[in-house]
């Protein structure tokens, strides 16, 4: 089992950036690659960022630029930094942690981020 605790979430005014980080503990070298995806009320969650076990990273194309990705392994977390936010951005975000084998999804509780004036 792994659990993800996330942190950082908000309200920000559009053009501003928030931090949210997420700290995986239990059985962390199961995990193959850690992410971000979001959820806006009726939508459906979509993968932002990723990074694999060896630094390979890849984003949602609307937020190429803005958002980035970073990992702690000695720390076993996982960040996204997020710039130049837009309303656009306002979602739910749940920190992920695949496992290869047997193939599962592990998700955090979710922060909110809210971008608005």
């Known amino acids: 089992q792994v659990q993800l605790v996330e942190s950082g979430g908000g309200l920000v005014q559009p053009g501003g950036s928030l931090r949210l980080s997420c700290a995986a503990s239990?059985?962390?070298?199961?995990?193959?690659?850690m992410g971000w995806y979001r959820q806006a009320p009726g939508n459906r969650r979509d993968l932002v960022a990723a990074i694999t076990n060896s630094g390979s990273t890849n984003y949602l194309n609307s937020v190429k630029g803005r958002f980035t990705i970073s990992r702690d392994n000695a720390k076993n977390t996982v960040n996204l930094q997020m710039n130049s936010l837009k309303p656009e951005d306002t979602a739910v975000y749940y920190c992920?942690?695949?496992?290869?084998?047997?193939?599962?999804?592990?998700w955090g509780q979710g922060t909110q981020v809210t971008v608005s004036s």
């Open positions: 239990g059985s962390i070298s199961s995990i193959s690659a």
């Open positions: 992920n942690a695949r496992r290869p084998v047997p193939p599962y999804n592990y």
